[in-house]
């Protein structure tokens, strides 16, 4: 059997592998309570990995037709699941050559509807809406064939009973109490949030879709050259993992430029003479531009006094890239790719007396103010957990449902405690094949505590192991 023959058996066989796991998932939907229930939420995990080894093998065929319709059946099955991955496919179709058929198109356009509203997106939503209709009057009611139409339909219908308005906040909504959530889970994946901005994992839609816009935009700018230092606001809480995330920024921004980004941190707290501060940050500065390679500075706690003096005055011409005098030089960091990330150890509305606040602020867009995810959700505290577990030396695959039911009912006073508690479980677990509750509970009365607070019952909560990935 020579290669082009393996491969047409190939994509045949696991086509119909494919048709017939679509026709279980019909069924499945039909007679169950929710398309989330176990067996429906494995059909479309089945499906999806076959889907992407059709997609594999379609590749492999170098037929334009075949990998087309491989490319929008895994869009389709993926838009609301991994929107971004889905709207990099439709891309891809965009690009073939020959050019796309009008009902690739329509259904391309369809797929980038549902996932922009997935992302929170839902002014590129609304165009993609707009783009179907006008697509659909043009070419007629009729699009693709029936078994297209089927396929489309039934993960409509799985859309549909998921409920997922395109300004809703959470990646994953929480419409049951939690242990009847995770009974339904063998798996729990960041996957379920779309596409992550780097390691730092957040449920919240809202942050994820201005954290990724501000980033393309600073990308954009860069490769052009800044006019004067780029400056943000981060709005959190203590303990929120404030650095943390100004690390993935850099990350991230690295990735885009294709160039190292230098990173630079600054705490006011550690610090007793606000002169030395500011010679510090202008010295810092100054040597890593030499590199000349993007340097993005964090000053931590920037509103912190030292002697009764806050460092907004000092802060000022820097930021505008205005002339200041340094070891009696006047020096500037106009024209500089300098990136500046200023956080707070108050809220904004407590520090209106500080000297020159109001016009350090005046200094920074308002679109450039980020707020970090709030914490107060049991889903998010149990999504931040997810992406805890399986970094650093100790990685874990697996963890008792029991013990992700108290990480998300335990009312944590910060990130950074939730962060100390899972790095201790990890060590307790670690010669052990999964996480359980009594290596994250901080002991039995911690556990009564937070049963008594949430009307639960931990001890009776559900006690299978979950795949995390």
Partial sequence: MNSKTSIAHALSETEARINAELEELDQVLS????????????????????????LACARQSENREDLGRALLNLGTALADACPAEAIDLT??????????????????ADIRRIAYACLGDPVRARQQEVIVSRLRDDIGTTIGDSSAQRDQGLFARLRAERSTPADRQYAVELSEPLDEWLASRTTISLKDLGT??????????HFYRNATNLLDMLTVRLKKGLGKPDCYLLHADPGSGKSFFVRQFQAQLGTKLEDDVIFLECNLSAYQDMAQVGSDI??????????HQPVLL??????????????????IAPMNGDPFFFMQKPISFAKQNLIVFFALSAKPEDIGGAEKWPDFLSRIPPTHHIKL????NPLCRIYRAVGMLQRGHFPVS??????LMYIGLRPWSSVRELEHAVEAAKLRAASSPALELADIALSPQDIDDVNDLCGSDIYAGPTHLVEIS
């Avoid at 007679?31 to 059709?54: F, H, M, N, Y």
């Avoid at 995810?373 to 107060?376: H, I, L, M, R, S």
Wanted: glycine share 6%.
């Fill in 196 to 205: 992550p901005f780097g390691q730092f994992t957040s449920n919240d839609l």
């Fill in 298 to 315: 964090f000053i931590d706690e920037v509103d912190a006094k030292l002697g009764g003096e806050s460092i907004f005055r000092r802060l």
């Fill in 373 to 376: 995810p709030e914490f107060g």
């Fill in 282 to 291: 202008v010295s810092d500065v100054l040597i890593a531009l030499t590199h």
């Fill in 398 to 403: 697996h963890i008792e449902a029991a013990a």
């Fill in 91 to 108: 891309r891809e179709i965009d690009n073939l050559s020959p050019p796309s058929t009008d009902t690739e198109a329509v259904i391309a």
């Fill in 31 to 54: 007679v169950a309570a929710t398309p989330l229930s176990g067996k429906a939420t494995a059909c479309v995990e089945e499906i999806i990995r076959d889907l992407r080894e059709l």
